[in-house]
């Protein structure tokens, strides 16, 4: 079976966005968290235009080459500006978790709006044999609380952002997590982290 995982960058004190993010305004002041994917020399296999570090390129294109779909809350579709038919992968369909309608039908974007357990269902059939990757705090955490993610990497930027949106958000329970592999490179270190049932 398919695994899922969430590979984001975060600021060290948690924060996915900066301040003040939203429909045209993307991550708010936090741009810097994605610095690394164009800081380096490296060529990504799996996305035209990055060039990462040689131990960032190892470590992204591991985890993009995995995923067969992609699953993001609201927030994050409506940051990044998906409502015309984009996805955050150039090869793997986006599944849309939300309440609210979204008008019209996209290629290559499904829409659930009947909890975490079925949009994580939804993706997983669209992955095929491939993995989901998990994007947004609210998707991550709703997905923890059920207990369907199998690995976190945490791609830790060294800057403290002070506000934004957060990466994990409150928790019922404490989750364990049992570290695979720590890889320090140019402007970023990855943290990946196998959840512990």
């Given at each position: 079976?398919?695994k899922?995982f969430?590979?984001?960058?975060?600021?060290?004190?948690?924060?996915i966005?900066g301040?003040?993010p939203?429909?045209g305004?993307?991550l708010?002041?936090?741009?810097m968290?994605?610095?690394?994917y164009?800081?380096?020399?490296?060529?990504?296999?799996?996305?035209?235009?990055f060039?990462?570090s040689?131990?960032?390129?190892?470590?992204?294109d591991a985890?993009?080459?995995?995923?067969?779909?992609?699953?993001?809350g609201?927030?994050?579709?409506?940051?990044?500006?998906?409502?015309?038919?984009?996805?955050?992968?150039?090869?793997?369909?986006?599944?849309?978790l939300?309440?609210?309608?979204?008008?019209?039908e996209?290629?290559?974007?499904?829409?659930?709006?009947?909890?975490?357990?079925?949009?994580v269902a939804?993706a997983r059939?669209?992955?095929?044999?491939?993995?989901v990757?998990?994007?947004?705090?609210?998707?991550?955490?709703?997905?923890?609380?059920?207990?369907?993610?199998?690995?976190?990497v945490?791609?830790?930027?060294?800057i403290?952002?002070?506000?934004g949106?957060?990466?994990f958000?409150?928790?019922?329970?404490?989750v364990?997590?049992?570290?695979v592999?720590?890889?320090?490179?140019?402007?970023?270190?990855?943290?990946?982290?196998?959840?512990v049932?």
């Amino acid at each position: 079976m398919s695994k899922v995982f969430s590979a984001l960058s975060v600021s060290v004190d948690g924060y996915i966005t900066g301040r003040d993010p939203g429909e045209g305004r993307g991550l708010g002041d936090a741009t810097m968290l994605f610095d690394w994917y164009f800081d380096g020399d490296t060529p990504s296999k799996e996305f035209d235009g990055f060039t990462l570090s040689a131990a960032s390129a190892r470590v992204f294109d591991a985890f993009a080459g995995r995923v067969g779909a992609s699953l993001a809350g609201r927030n994050t579709y409506d940051d990044s500006g998906w409502i015309n038919g984009g996805t955050p992968h150039p090869h793997a369909p986006l599944v849309v978790l939300t309440h609210r309608p979204i008008p019209g039908e996209r290629d290559r974007q499904t829409v659930v709006t009947t909890g975490i357990v079925d949009a994580v269902a939804a993706a997983r059939s669209v992955a095929g044999e491939k993995d989901v990757a998990l994007m947004g705090g609210g998707v991550v955490t709703a997905a923890l609380e059920a207990g369907l993610v199998d690995e976190l990497v945490l791609h830790q930027v060294p800057i403290l952002l002070g506000g934004g949106r957060r990466f994990f958000q409150s928790l019922p329970s404490h989750v364990g997590l049992r570290l695979v592999e720590a890889v320090p490179a140019d402007g970023v270190t990855h943290l990946h982290y196998e959840v512990v049932r």
